[in-house]
C-alpha cells in the first residue's frame, strides 16, 4: 500500500490524489473506503482509497483519481462536507500514491511496504473468497428509522424492476432502487443530505436493493431526485429514483 505524506498550506500542486483529514476515527477501516468511495466517485473515475490502521494515520485517507481535474472537483465541491458528523478537511498529496507511480513507470518499492502488502496477502487468503469480495454487512439496515409501514409506502417489484406503469405523483419521499447490495444508511445519508430538507433514510432489511429517503416537502426531494439519478455507487448500479406510493 501506499505511504503518503502531505505537508499544510496551499502550495502543493494539483495532481491526481486528494488527501483527507479530519475524519471521525470510530468508523471501521472498510466502512470508511466503501463510504468515501461512495461519495467521491460522482466526481471522476477512482483507482484507490487508502486509509491505515495506524495510530499515526487515524482520521486520514487518500482518494486516487483516474485524473487530475477528478481531483480539483472533488476538492473544491466536498470542502467541509459533513462526513460522519465531522467536516472533511482536504487538500492535494503531497506525494503519489503506489497505483500512480506504477502507472508511470517512478515506483520504487519498499522492503517495509513489501513485507506489509506479503502480511495483507496472507490474510487475504484466508478469508472466504465470496465474502472477501463482497464485503456484505445487513447490520446496518433499519439504523436510521423504522421502515415505513406498508399501508403508507409500497414498492413495485425487486431492485431491478422497471417503472411502474402509473408513476406516484410527486410527494416528500423517494423510492430508490438498484442499489448495491453492500449499500449503508450512512452511504445514502452522505449523499442525500447535500440537498436541503433531507430527513431520514428508510431501508428495507427484507429486500437488498432499495431504499426510501425522506424530505421535508415533494420540491427538495424533487431536486435531490434530478441531482443524484442515475448516480453509481458502484459501477454497475446506477440508481434508479422515483416517488414512493403512499
Keep these: 500500500m501506499a505511504e503518503i505524506t502531505t505537508t499544510p498550506g496551499g502550495d502543493i500542486p494539483p495532481n491526481m490524489t486528494i488527501y483527507i483529514n479530519n475524519l471521525n476515527e470510530k468508523v471501521k477501516l472498510e466502512e470508511l473506503k466503501k463510504s468515501l468511495n461512495a461519495v467521491f466517485s460522482q466526481f471522476g473515475k477512482i483507482l484507490e482509497v487508502l486509509a491505515f490502521k495506524t495510530l499515526k494515520h487515524k482520521g486520514q485517507a487518500w482518494v486516487v483519481f483516474e485524473d487530475a481535474s477528478s481531483a480539483t472537483k472533488a476538492l473544491r465541491q466536498m ?37 506489509h502488502e506479503e502480511r495483507g496477502r496472507k490474510r487475504k487468503e484466508q478469508l472466504d ?16 428509522g423504522a421502515t415505513p409501514p406498508l399501508s403508507q409506502i409500497t414498492y413495485i417489484g425487486g431492485a431491478k424492476s422497471a417503472l411502474p406503469e402509473a408513476p406516484a405523483p410527486p410527494n416528500s419521499i423517494l423510492f430508490i ?18 440537498y436541503s430538507g433531507f430527513k431520514e433514510v ?15 416537502n415533494e420540491m427538495q426531494s424533487t431536486v435531490a431526485m434530478q441531482g443524484l439519478q442515475g448516480f453509481k455507487i458502484t459501477a454497475e448500479n446506477p440508481m434508479l429514483i422515483t416517488y414512493a406510493k403512499k
Aim: charged content about 20%; glycine content about 6%.
Design 202 to 216: 428508510r431501508m428495507v432489511e427484507a429486500k437488498p436493493g432499495i431504499a426510501f429517503i425522506e424530505y421535508e
Design 129 to 144: 473468497p465470496n465474502q472477501a469480495a463482497m464485503g456484505l454487512n445487513p447490520a446496518y439496515a433499519g439504523a436510521y
Design 177 to 194: 432502487q438498484n442499489l448495491p447490495h453492500q449499500t449503508t444508511p450512512m452511504m445514502l445519508q452522505m449523499l442525500f443530505c447535500q
Design 79 to 115: 470542502q467541509g462536507f459533513p462526513f460522519y458528523d465531522k467536516p472533511m478537511r482536504i487538500q492535494y498529496a503531497k506525494t503519489k500514491s503506489d497505483v500512480v507511480a506504477k502507472a508511470d513507470g517512478t515506483f520504487v518499492p519498499r522492503e517495509r511496504r513489501k513485507r
